[in-house]
């Protein structure tokens, strides 16, 4: 899939492919991370499972139950009107009932106590009537296997609970420590080095002259990647020399599993950047038929990952949610999977060539209709970050879609859905 370098002034349809097209191409060329490391649950919350976690016991280990109430075999149940049933003990949670239940006799019980052998129905405590402090009043309308809760009804000994890939959340910490499981083996984070190219970049604190303007790119990436759950190596700037360039790269190639770099992937000024990049690594330059975000590069340095975004900070944006983030998921052992598209009405009119997919910025939200609506965040250039910071969704516009007037459906992807 190697092409010629892009250039802004080419016409955008040629040697451009599709943004499924580069997806697919960086998932197929993209290992998942095979090291992992052995941690303590609480250390695991948002970390990836290295293997199937497997129940080692039944959950819940006994029959219990569900209610309080009283317990009894069903067969004593009445079969119309009522019946009065002997209370002869009481089973709490941890404290079990421990001899047997004779005919037309019952036992008090708690949530989650022990259900003797002998019993197969509780019924809870607003559905009965106390008589005296040791006889109870039921009804005919109970049943067998009433507020039981049976061993193994959650989770089976020997059975699968969470999958390989599964990112472990709150509820799941819970679930593992329910097995009696104290460490899990999780994937080891991906490491990822990133760095701006730039003369003209400045850092925060330095006095801008004329024809300087500051990074911002890397900080808007450091945000990205604070949401994937990665080490981090922030290198900064790296200016416009070839030498100094190729170091960084092969230095960020030895410690990394992924490389960032933005600006300098369009022909010109960084002319250079593809000489050395075809150099010391196996690398394709693209045109994306989309918009912001049309050159991309994408290869591998070493046994390293790289990805080299375009140099406005609206498009650095939208090429990491769209081709950054499902290496990132690959990597770390993920399932990936794209954002869900949802249906809403346009209140903005958009303008839109054809042949390309559009990730307008936009602020989706319901209607006094109780439908979802969407509308621009402003202006759309790709040098515009409000227009980012200002959004929760993209308004997708397919290849095949046209302009949009208000009123039109539109789709929309939640940002917060590529996570």
Known sequence: MKQQAPSCNDPFETNAITVSEAVSHILNNTESIRQYEKLAIRECLNRVLHEPLISPVNVPAHDNSAMDGIAVNSRYLPESGSKVLKIVGTAFAGQPFDRPIGEDECIRVMTGALIPADVDSVIMQEKITLKSDTRVQVDSDNRKHQNVRFAGEDIKAGQAVLDKGHVIGAADLGVIASLGIAECRVTRKPRVAFFSTGDELKSIGETLQAGDIYDSNRYALYGLLSRCDVNMIDMGVVRDKPDELREALLTASNNADLIITSGGVS??????????????????????????????????????????????????????????????????????????????????????????REFQRGIAFTGEDGNLQAKLTGKQGSGILTSMSQANCFIVLPEDSGSVSIGDTVLVEFLEDYF
């Open 267 to 356: 022909v010109g000024e960084a002319d250079f950047i593809k000489t050395i990049l075809e150099e010391i690594g196996t690398m394709d330059f693209w045109k994306i038929a989309m918009k912001p975000g049309r050159p991309l590069t994408f290869g591998k340095i070493n046994d390293c990952h790289f990805f080299g975004l375009p140099g406005n900070p609206v498009a650095v944006m939208v090429t990491f949610y769209n081709f950054v983030l499902p290496c990132l998921k690959k990597l770390a052992g993920k399932t990936v999977s794209s954002p869900i598209s949802f249906k809403a009405t346009s209140q903005s009119e958009i303008r839109k060539r054809s042949n390309r």
